[in-house]
Structure formats: structure tokens, C-alpha cells
């Protein structure tokens, strides 16, 4: 049953929208701190810059280090909350409302591109904080559809580099996909004492962040998908997977022609990096 509905649903949306000339490009976006989402910071500036530079999608669809599960889900629902997951900040990052609409076809069409699992439709999360943070300032009068696409916790790199592979018709229907997370991201090794110290940086996290550069730069994706293996630096820089596993995506879902470029690469309190890639 499940497959007869989202087959029909991908049927009316293709002909909803036209197949562009072009491959809408992919972005992996260093999210880092909540407050990047109301502050007006050369990070936020250039996630507005990035959306002026590139064609006006006709939907976002985000997989975000915050929604980790078993299982993979696609958010359906016509109007997706905004979801406030983080605590300690100031009230007012509580009080942003970012309503921008879902798209309930695109998700099931989404979930009928990918066979390599089932993907169930979520009517129970939103979008969080790894997502609302950055498009509000890419899109700020929210009338662009704007989905998530869950991370199974249970899977490892591999499976999520094929899996993006199955959604890659989504570019070429001006589908912008955004892995949000953070190349290097280690909270517990944070200094704290250094966060306003511009581009402050560990030995060990510069180097991960150059060696990462280095390999997608050259195209070197299974190194990056085994990267339990790239040594002590890695091990550091990617203590959990959660907020790598969206660059896997990301380049999963490169075409072999995408140009590439680096944006807000820069180091935050010692061992997290913002650096940012650009697909296409």
C-alpha cells in the first residue's frame, strides 16, 4: 500500500514541477552554535549570501545532525513546527517561529526514491534547530517548502553515502539539499574561555579540517566514509558521527562535474569548525 501511494504521489509531483536545465547545487553547512540563528554574524551572512548567489529552489529538504534516529524518517506534514531543541540560551532565540510550509507529495515522493530502506513518514518532529537556524536567514520570509530527512543512528557511513545516492533526481526538480552539521565538532573539549577569539583553533582540529578540505577537494569520498581510520586527529574531531554523517550525504549526492567551494572556514573555541562546502 505504502508504495502505491507514494508512486502516485511522485507522479503528481513531477508534473507539478518541471525538470530543470540545470543540477540544483548541494550544500554541507557548518551549523555550530544555536545563536547563529538570530545573530548577524559573517556565518549567518554568508548562508544569505549563498542563497542570493544560487537559483531559488522549489524546496529544501535538510538532514540535520539533530535529528538522529532508528530508523529513517521524512518529515510530512503541511505546516512542520519549529522545533526549540537546546536549552540555556537566551529567550529570545526561544521566541523565533520560522512557519515555513512543508511539501507532504515531496515527502512521500522522496520516500519512494529510496529503496534501500523504508522510510517512514513523520508527522511527530519539525524543524529543529540544525535546520530553522540556517534557512531563516537563507529564505527569511519562510515561503519556501522546507522538509527533513532523518539520520538512522544504527547505520554506518556507507549506508548513508548509497542512500543519497537514491535521492540525487531531487536535484534536477531545483530540490536544495543541505547536510547541516560540523566537519569537526568535539563540545566536551571546547574553550570555552576562547570562543571570541577569532579563528582560534586546536593543532588537532586544524589539521582534521585541512585533511577533510584535502580529500573532498580531490574527490577522495572513501577515506572520508571510513573515517575511523584517518587516525588520533579524526577520532578527536568526530568523537559521535551525528554531526559528520550529513557531509557523507552531501557528497554522496555530488554529480561528477560539481564544482567545489569552501565558505566560513574558520575554527570556533578550539574544536569545532564551521567550514561549509559548496556542490555544483
Not at 40 to 54: D, G, L, R, V
Not at 215 to 226: C, D, V, W
Amino acid at each position: 500500500m505504502k508504495g502505491i501511494q507514494t508512486l502516485s504521489s511522485f507522479n503528481t509531483f513531477t508534473n507539478q514541477i518541471e525538470q530543470q536545465d540545470y543540477l540544483m547545487p548541494v550544500l554541507f553547512i557548518g551549523h555550530g552554535s544555536p545563536m547563529n540563528g538570530i545573530e548577524n554574524n559573517t556565518f549567518s551572512q554568508q548562508w544569505a549570501k549563498i542563497a542570493a548567489e544560487i537559483p531559488t529552489p522549489n524546496a529544501v529538504v535538510v538532514i540535520s545532525a539533530h535529528w538522529f534516529t532508528k530508523g529513517t524518517y521524512i518529515t510530512e506534514m503541511d505546516a512542520p513546527p519549529t522545533i526549540h531543541d537546546f536549552g540555556g540560551f537566551p529567550q529570545a532565540l526561544f521566541d523565533v517561529q520560522y512557519p515555513a510550509p512543508g511539501n507532504p507529495l515531496l515527502a512521500r515522493d522522496t520516500a519512494a526514491m529510496i529503496h534501500s530502506t523504508n522510510v517512514e513518514l513523520s508527522h511527530d518532529w519539525g524543524l529543529d534547530h540544525g535546520t530553522w537556524t540556517i534557512v531563516r536567514h537563507m529564505y527569511p520570509l519562510a515561503n519556501i517548502p522546507v522538509l527533513q530527512l532523518s539520520i538512522d543512528y544504527t547505520k554506518g557511513a556507507q549506508y548513508h553515502y548509497t542512500l543519497a545516492k537514491e535521492i540525487c533526481a531531487l536535484r534536477k526538480k531545483g530540490v536544495l539539499i543541505i547536510g547541516s552539521g560540523n566537519m569537526v565538532h568535539n563540545l566536551r573539549m571546547v574553550a570555552w574561555d576562547k570562543l571570541n577569539e577569532p579563528e582560534f583553533g586546536f593543532d588537532w582540529a586544524i589539521q582534521m579540517n585541512e585533511t577533510f578540505k584535502k580529500l573532498i577537494t580531490n574527490n577522495q569520498h572513501q577515506p572520508l566514509i571510513q573515517y575511523n581510520q584517518l587516525g588520533k586527529e579524526a577520532q578527536l574531531a568526530i568523537p559521535t558521527p551525528e554531526h559528520y554523517l550529513p557531509l557523507i550525504y552531501t557528497l554522496g549526492l555530488k554529480g561528477e562535474k560539481d564544482p567545489i567551494s569552501f565558505f566560513n572556514d574558520k575554527a570556533v573555541g578550539g574544536s569545532l569548525t564551521m567550514t561549509s562546502v559548496k556542490f555544483g
